[in-house]
């Protein structure tokens, strides 16, 4: 081979990989999603350091998804010329190709769910576990609809803390009405049926590919400031929109402002379809890939 990718390192067939090629010193390219905005003890940090920047720095090239990730492998050694972008990807024309036939149909996907046509609806599509935080999006729902009617929620997934989320949407009477789990590929019936996405995981949340699926769909984005995407593809006010991640108040602010725009909704929903296309393309990664190859088996 003149070169080998591996997609990150923390299992043994990479460790295989990496001794392999450096024995044979066949260059390696490593992709990853990791940033340096998760929490970790300062002991933690002290330890990693000397051990990541010893194998990290020995690559041929660093394939990082978007500015954090591009950081982190500056943070560990690789250098500048060795950092290349090859951003998370989904099927775009898919998406781009169900938003325009699901567009007509919008009346109609809410009714199934019984939302109002006139509702501002904000979704929150995930796995309802702690670390996308789903009950933060029922909250700031609640408190986004007490002083605006047409504020309502909508939950696809499933997951440890749908219990929890339902019994606080009951307890209170929020307008929030839970979808269940959906197969990838009727998604784009719930994108559809909203106007904008919320996604307000903690900092393990790497990238959130959603994100990637809404906005090629036609919506804007809030998603919390610790979210791995959201220097890449949230313009403030133009994209969408960020909080401080567990900030619920700032949250329901954000859905009030929104909503009283309604009409401006599909302006930043086409947009964010742009920035997504044009920040998170498939030819965007498959140019990555090629430059850090040339880079690599360079003379």
């Given at each position: ?263 401006a909704l599909q302006l930043l929903g086409q947009q964010a379809r742009r920035q997504a296309e044009q920040v998170c393309g498939m030819h965007q990664a498959v140019a990555g890939v090629l430059e850090a190859l040339k880079r690599v088996t360079q003379p």
């Open positions: 081979f003149d070169a080998v990718l591996v997609s990150g390192w923390t299992y043994k067939g990479a460790w295989q990989t990496f001794l392999a090629c450096w024995r044979a010193g066949i260059p390696v390219m490593v992709r990853s999603d990791s940033h340096l905005h998760t929490q970790r003890s300062p002991l933690k940090k002290l330890l990693k350091y000397p051990v990541y920047r010893a194998f990290l720095s020995r690559m041929g090239a660093g394939l990082a998804v978007g500015t954090w990730s591009r950081d982190y492998f500056l943070h560990y050694g690789v250098p500048a010329d060795r950092v290349f972008l090859v951003p998370h990807v989904v099927d775009q024309q898919r998406f781009l190709d169900e938003a325009a036939k699901l567009a007509p149909q919008r009346a109609s996907l809410r009714a199934e769910w019984n939302i109002a046509p006139e509702a501002v609806v904000y979704l929150f599509c995930g796995k309802l576990n702690d670390q996308k935080r789903p009950l933060d999006f029922v909250q700031a729902v609640g408190q986004a609809h007490a002083q605006n009617p047409a504020v309502v929620g909508l939950v696809v997934g499933d997951g440890p803390l749908r219990a929890a989320c339902e019994a606080l949407v009951q307890q209170q009477n929020f307008p929030v009405t839970f979808a269940g789990f959906m197969n990838q590929s009727l998604l784009p019936r719930a994108y559809a049926a909203a106007d904008v996405l919320v996604l307000p995981s903690d900092a393990r949340e790497t990238w959130g590919l959603v994100v990637n699926e809404a906005m090629l769909s036609g919506l804007p984005a809030l998603v919390s400031d610790q979210v791995g995407c959201h220097p890449d593809l949230i313009n403030p006010g133009q994209t969408g929109d960020t909080f401080p991640m567990g900030d619920v108040a700032a949250l329901a602010a954000l859905m009030l402002r929104y909503a009283e725009q309604p009409a």
